[in-house]
């Protein structure tokens, strides 16, 4: 949880720390990514089961089942989980169409690090009376001043192919991360089939 923290504060530097340990996608994913994603996750879903969600403008908290809140909190890992592997190959993909050689450990790394405000900011929903939409949207504000210093110092591609590199990621983890919140709000308000 510190480097998502240094990566929002001083994010050269933490870029630059990154690239110089060149850790391989899976020490990324179960020494870094499926730690936070488990602590934020279970923090929002306690906090749902304990105090309930605000639904409306009005200030008016909705109790959530214990059963309603794991669901969610379930569905909120494996999907945000699932956007961040699917959006990491999709990344690759591109970039081999800008003609910047990425292997899919480098992409995998950069959406995983690029998610880190994202999934932070499921610990400010975790708060009573917040509304989920406005966490996920500073989480994603966070994510493209991330991203911007990643792109660069993980792809290194050249500079007139960077920005277009950079806006592709943005979209990708912007979209990939309001589809999931999207479907496990749907889970939690119980019009999602399951």
Known sequence: MLTALQLIFSPFRAWEKITVARKRAVWILCVYLLPLMAMA???????????????????????????????????????????IVIGAKCLQWVTHSFQVASDFGQCFCLMAYGFSPILLARFLDAAPGMNTWACWALGALLSSSVLYHGVALVLRPE?????????VSLIVVVLSSVLSHFMAVTVLHGKAWY
Not at 159 to 167: D, E, H, R, S
């Open 159 to 167: 500079q007139t192919k960077g920005f277009g590199i950079y806006l």
């Open 41 to 83: 996750v279970a923090a929002e879903g306690y906090a749902l089961a304990r105090w309930g969600e605000k639904r409306s403008g009005l200030d008016f908290i909705v109790k959530v089942s214990g059963s309603a809140a794991l669901r969610y909190a379930v569905a909120q890992f494996l999907l945000l989980l699932a956007s």
